[in-house]
């Protein structure tokens, strides 16, 4: 990719070597110590340690894992444990409403809570895009407003004009699990807001055992282009 516009905040400062550590493997996914130490400005050793730590709550686990020549590297990674430490907004409650609406009034009941849920966020999400007249500054301001609702969202641009849109954690993921109409709204309403000038397609879910949601966001003109070459 040509330019990497990953707009997650710092959220780093007032936070301990240990949570800045969780941190980084929620945004970046799994990692050495000798990388994480590079990310955070400490000490490899001094990465480990904390990562020792870390395991020993649960929290992360490592894995060896060769790549190219050379001994194996030890890489760390989150667990089911270490993702449960980023909340899950009004998880337990929000679920708990999901499956009384079920139970008394059926499964077409939820369909119009999630609908309504969806047109309300796509009007919203409208208002604040408004203005924005290319597809970078479209994306951008999602970005800002997935960011401001706890998605940990970034993007990166691609030389052909594509996008790849993040959302490193998912604040209503227990919510998103119980009924996954949440997800298919979501996706519905990131292509109405972009415009129909483009193409929006999910590569990862975090459902579906990824650590994270990613979506490809190609211009008419990309997809023409690919569809040629692709067709030669």
């Known amino acids: 990719m040509s330019s990497d516009h990953l707009l997650n905040p710092d959220q780093s400062q007032g ?5 800045r550590i969780l941190l980084a493997l929620k945004l970046h996914g799994p990692q050495t110590a000798a990388a994480l130490g590079k990310r955070l400005s400490i000490s490899g050793e001094a990465a480990r340690q904390q990562l020792v730590r870390l395991a020993e709550e649960g929290l992360v686990n490592s894995w060896s894992e060769a790549r190219g020549v050379g001994r194996p590297s030890q890489f760390w990674g989150l ?10 907004t009004h998880a337990e409650l929000t679920v708990q409403l999901l ?10 009941a939820i369909d119009r809570v999630i609908a309504a849920r969806e047109e309300e966020t796509r009007t919203g999400y409208r208002a ?25 969202a970034g993007y990166a641009e691609a030389d052909d004009g ?9 604040p209503i993921c227990a ?19 972009l415009g129909r000038d ?6 990862e879910h975090i459902l579906a055992g990824a650590r994270r949601c990613a979506y490809v ?14 067709g030669a």
Do not use: W
């Open 175 to 193: 919510a998103a699990a119980s009924c996954q109409g949440f997800c298919r709204a979501e996706i519905n309403i990131f292509r109405d807001i």
């Open 162 to 170: 594509t996008f790849l849109f993040v959302e490193n954690h998912c």
């Open 15 to 19: 936070r301990s070597p240990a949570e």
């Open 198 to 203: 483009v193409a929006v397609e999910r590569t």
């Open 217 to 230: 966001i190609a211009p008419a003109q990309s997809r023409a282009v690919h569809g040629e070459r692709s």
């Open 128 to 152: 604040a895009l408004d203005g924005a007249i290319s597809l970078r500054d479209r994306v951008e301001k999602l970005v800002r407003l997935r960011t401001a609702e706890g998605y940990m």
């Open 99 to 108: 499956r009384t609406i079920r139970q008394t009034l059926g499964d077409a």
């Open 79 to 88: 667990t089911a444990s270490g993702h449960a430490e980023f909340p899950d």
